[in-house]
């Protein structure tokens, strides 16, 4: 029986023979240029590679802009659903699912440190900033009137002893001085009096319904900081906390390729010491502000911030479905010129640039999972844990979050893998049914035209007679 890598060799295989045979030698190299092959089973990554093979850089931008367009919505209520049904295997765990009068309106509330909510330091993020303006949402005058609970959290977190009120479901309130048992910078959570005759679950499934998840600026923006550090670098985040979102990414990528499994194992939460020094590398390049391309020496690679913010400005004053499309194509080329602006060599330029679009696909799980691991998602956890395991019952950091959640994460990643799978499944078999055909075609021909010369030559055709007439055919 055959290994995967021998038979994505053989796919690859195929179609480079069938390209060969419908429009001349095949311009990509098998080694270099499909990394899928030795990746075990990222499915994501080897379709990835084959548009890649069959089609290149235009095919691949238009799945992107499928995936941040048309799918977003499908996704978001997708993990929306799963966060639900999580939360609820957790309630069931308690004796009695109604609300504790301690967290409902006449309560004490329920405190929360912010540092156990902002994993990965969006909090720290003005949303004014240059940066912050590439990380929140809704960014309003009033940020404590904005639609986006990272925006909201992040202004009440400004205005210390005022309590705000969250879509009718939460007040919160910030406190930067901790009184007694109670911490320095806590929030003070207590539900509305809507709640106080209702179920945990009802309170979970309506503040999941309150949020926005995902917009298209946001994922994007998240993805190319990601691969270049273009927003981290700007906003100044150390060495150590790249680090630990470079383990994020390593363990979101062991998940990934290993999503059929039933049950995550403990080895998906440790790493070699190959893998510790490439979350390094990978910190220190994002401190950098640079991605390597690997040509015949490594060239260091680029995304400029103003990249991101003229893609921002341009998505946020798109009105209708095709302006939107054309922003993103445009800051997505935009991005892709500026990832090539240190290639010497043109002729390494076309394949840098399709190698770029291909590592926003790749990575587009990892800046959604980023949106998942923020305040958002993380605050209802921290509540319905609190609520159900104890009042000092937390999580560590992100690493801790998606271990004692391994079936949520799992399950979630599989959903986004699914969707864009299912667009990148359908592009591709679209141009294998157009190739296909073309090399039966070809055959045909190749076949009549043999058949043709021959009866042509028992006739007395002169051979230079024969050969026009077949060139023709």
């Given at each position: 029986m055959s290994?995967?890598?021998?038979?994505?060799?053989?796919?690859?295989?195929?179609?480079?023979a069938a390209k060969t045979l419908t429009e001349g030698l095949p311009q990509l190299k098998l080694s270099s240029s499909f990394e899928s092959i030795n990746n075990g089973g990222n499915s994501i990554s080897f379709l990835s590679d084959l548009i890649k093979s069959l089609i290149g850089y235009e095919a691949l931008v238009s799945s992107v802009?499928?995936?941040?367009?048309?799918?977003?919505?499908?996704?978001?209520?997708?993990?929306?659903?799963?966060?639900?049904?999580?939360?609820?295997?957790?309630?069931?765990?308690?004796?009695d699912p109604q609300l504790p009068s301690w967290i409902q309106s006449t309560g004490a509330g329920i405190n929360i440190e912010v540092s156990k909510i902002d994993f990965l330091d969006i909090l720290r993020i003005d949303p004014n900033s240059i940066g912050g303006r590439l990380l929140y949402s809704d960014i309003t005058p009033d940020l404590t009137e904005s639609t986006d609970f990272n925006t909201f959290l992040y202004g009440v977190i400004q205005?210390?002893?005022?309590?705000?009120?969250?879509?009718?479901?939460?007040?919160?309130?910030?406190?930067?001085?901790?009184?007694?048992?109670i911490p320095n910078n806590?929030?003070?959570?207590?539900?509305?009096?809507?709640?106080?005759?209702?179920?945990?679950?009802?309170?979970?499934?309506?503040?999941?319904?309150?949020?926005?998840?995902?917009?298209?600026?946001?994922?994007?923006?998240?993805?190319?900081?990601?691969?270049?550090?273009?927003?981290?670098?700007?906003?100044?985040?150390?060495?150590?906390?790249?680090?630990n979102e470079a383990k994020i990414n390593g363990i979101v990528d062991k998940m990934v390729n290993n999503f059929n499994d039933n049950a995550i194992p403990d080895s998906a939460f440790s790493f070699t010491n190959d893998e510790t020094y490439k979350?390094?590398?990978?910190?220190?390049?994002?401190?950098?502000?640079?991605?390597?391309?690997?040509?015949?020496?490594?060239?260091?690679?680029?995304?400029?911030?103003?990249?991101?913010?003229?893609?921002?400005?341009?998505?946020?004053?798109?009105?209708?479905?095709?302006?939107?499309?054309?922003?993103i194509s445009n800051g997505l080329n935009n991005?892709?010129?500026?990832?090539?602006?240190?290639?010497?060599?043109?002729?390494?330029?076309?394949?840098?640039?399709?190698?770029?679009?291909?590592?926003?696909?790749?990575?587009?799980?990892k800046g959604i999972i980023s949106t998942v691991l923020s305040p958002k998602v993380i605050f209802s956890f921290i509540i319905n844990y609190k609520i159900i395991y104890g009042e000092t019952a937390t999580f560590t950091d992100a690493v801790d979050f998606i271990k004692k959640n391994k079936n949520l994460m799992n399950n979630i990643?599989?959903?986004?893998?699914?969707?864009?799978?299912?667009?990148?499944?359908?592009?591709?078999?679209?141009?294998?049914?157009?190739?296909?055909?073309?090399?039966?075609?070809?055959?045909?021909?190749?076949?009549?035209?043999?058949k043709l010369a021959q009866l042509q030559t028992l006739i007395g055709v002169p051979i230079d007679t024969i050969k026009r007439i077949t060139d023709n055919l």
């Amino acid at each position: 029986m055959s290994s995967p890598v021998d038979k994505k060799k053989k796919v690859f295989g195929k179609i480079a023979a069938a390209k060969t045979l419908t429009e001349g030698l095949p311009q990509l190299k098998l080694s270099s240029s499909f990394e899928s092959i030795n990746n075990g089973g990222n499915s994501i990554s080897f379709l990835s590679d084959l548009i890649k093979s069959l089609i290149g850089y235009e095919a691949l931008v238009s799945s992107v802009i499928d995936i941040l367009t048309n799918s977003l919505t499908k996704i978001e209520k997708e993990v929306k659903n799963a966060l639900k049904v999580e939360l609820k295997t957790i309630v069931s765990c308690g004796v009695d699912p109604q609300l504790p009068s301690w967290i409902q309106s006449t309560g004490a509330g329920i405190n929360i440190e912010v540092s156990k909510i902002d994993f990965l330091d969006i909090l720290r993020i003005d949303p004014n900033s240059i940066g912050g303006r590439l990380l929140y949402s809704d960014i309003t005058p009033d940020l404590t009137e904005s639609t986006d609970f990272n925006t909201f959290l992040y202004g009440v977190i400004q205005d210390d002893g005022v309590t705000y009120n969250w879509n009718g479901i939460f007040t919160i309130t910030f406190n930067s001085q901790g009184v007694g048992t109670i911490p320095n910078n806590t929030l003070t959570i207590n539900s509305t009096i809507t709640y106080d005759n209702k179920t945990l679950t009802d309170l979970n499934n309506d503040f999941i319904n309150s949020l926005t998840l995902f917009k298209t600026d946001n994922i994007l923006n998240q993805v190319m900081d990601i691969i270049y550090g273009s927003i981290s670098s700007t906003i100044g985040k150390s060495i150590k906390q790249l680090e630990n979102e470079a383990k994020i990414n390593g363990i979101v990528d062991k998940m990934v390729n290993n999503f059929n499994d039933n049950a995550i194992p403990d080895s998906a939460f440790s790493f070699t010491n190959d893998e510790t020094y490439k979350q390094q590398l990978d910190a220190t390049n994002r401190n950098l502000g640079i991605a390597t391309v690997n040509l015949s020496t490594q060239i260091p690679s680029t995304v400029p911030i103003t990249s991101l913010t003229d893609f921002t400005d341009n998505l946020l004053t798109s009105t209708t479905s095709t302006e939107k499309k054309e922003a993103i194509s445009n800051g997505l080329n935009n991005m892709a010129t500026n990832s090539v602006s240190n290639i010497r060599n043109s002729v390494d330029i076309p394949s840098v640039k399709l190698n770029f679009i291909q590592q926003i696909i790749n990575n587009i799980i990892k800046g959604i999972i980023s949106t998942v691991l923020s305040p958002k998602v993380i605050f209802s956890f921290i509540i319905n844990y609190k609520i159900i395991y104890g009042e000092t019952a937390t999580f560590t950091d992100a690493v801790d979050f998606i271990k004692k959640n391994k079936n949520l994460m799992n399950n979630i990643m599989k959903r986004i893998s699914e969707e864009i799978i299912r667009i990148l499944l359908a592009v591709a078999l679209k141009e294998i049914e157009r190739l296909v055909a073309q090399a039966v075609i070809k055959k045909q021909k190749e076949k009549a035209t043999l058949k043709l010369a021959q009866l042509q030559t028992l006739i007395g055709v002169p051979i230079d007679t024969i050969k026009r007439i077949t060139d023709n055919l």
